[in-house]
């Protein structure tokens, strides 16, 4: 078992959906929660952190966190064409090594 | 600010020899950075981490001495991929962090990632 799942996907909303994205871990000893988004051919981007479970917004984006249940997600709101990207959730325990899931690739439909 | 790059952005060799990536942290200090290797569809792995002026740590499974890291100063890293073969291809991409320890990992930049092909 992978200590980061995500679903590829891929994802494809018409423009002005709310995308959502998920992933489940294992390891309990992840207490930082990343969400990269990263372009064909680029290095990730970081977009959200958090390191507590409840929401937290910025601007369109809202990163979930339940770490009861190892479960993060990632909603974007107002969803538009230049969202299409690969996002990837990414965690760290205190050691600061990032285990990254899988990524899920989003298109966003004009 | 926080500026990581590297060169090349994309690299074609012949099985048998060997390819030297460069990471630069453009305007901080990279106390450490971060080696991933990212298959198509696939998330990134961790490889190693290098920290300025001493030995990598390499993870589980990675062969040291067919992917040597070189942490020479506080901008630089190289990573060289010895006598690379077809299953080397892939995209390799460095991150650094520019503080002591005790920040929080998300404080790691990443580079643009270089493309290996090997033929």
């Known amino acids: 078992q992978k200590e980061v799942e995500q679903d590829p996907g891929p994802l494809s909303v018409p423009e002005g959906a709310i995308v959502s994205l998920n992933c489940t871990y294992s390891n309990s000893a992840f207490q930082y929660f990343m969400w990269y988004r990263q372009y064909s051919r680029k290095g990730p981007e970081l977009l959200m952190y958090t390191y507590s479970s409840g929401n937290k917004e910025d601007g369109r984006f809202t990163a979930q966190v339940d770490k009861s249940s190892k479960y993060i997600s990632l909603f974007i709101r107002d969803s538009q064409p230049s969202d299409s990207a690969t996002y990837l959730c990414?965690?760290?325990?205190?050691?600061?090594?990032?285990?990254f899931g899988a990524g899920t690739t989003v298109t966003v439909r004009a | 600010g926080a500026v990581v790059s590297q060169h090349p952005s994309w690299v074609i060799c012949k099985s048998g020899t060997s390819v030297k990536i460069e990471c630069r942290s453009l305007?901080?200090?990279?106390?450490?950075m971060f080696w991933y290797r990212q298959f198509p569809k696939q998330s990134l792995m961790l490889m190693a981490t290098s920290n300025e002026g001493s030995k990598a740590t390499y993870e589980q499974g990675v062969e040291k001495d067919k992917f040597l890291i070189n942490h020479a100063s506080l901008t630089l890293s190289t990573l060289t991929v010895t006598s690379a073969h077809p299953e080397d291809s892939s995209f390799y991409i460095c991150?650094?962090?520019?503080?002591?320890?005790?920040?929080?990992?998300?404080?790691?930049?990443f580079g643009p990632g270089t493309r290996l092909t090997v033929t």
């Open positions: 990414a965690m760290s325990a205190l050691d600061y090594k990032l285990s």
């Open positions: 991150s650094a962090r520019d503080v002591p320890s005790g920040r929080p990992p998300y404080e790691q930049y």
């Open positions: 305007d901080f200090q990279a106390t450490t």
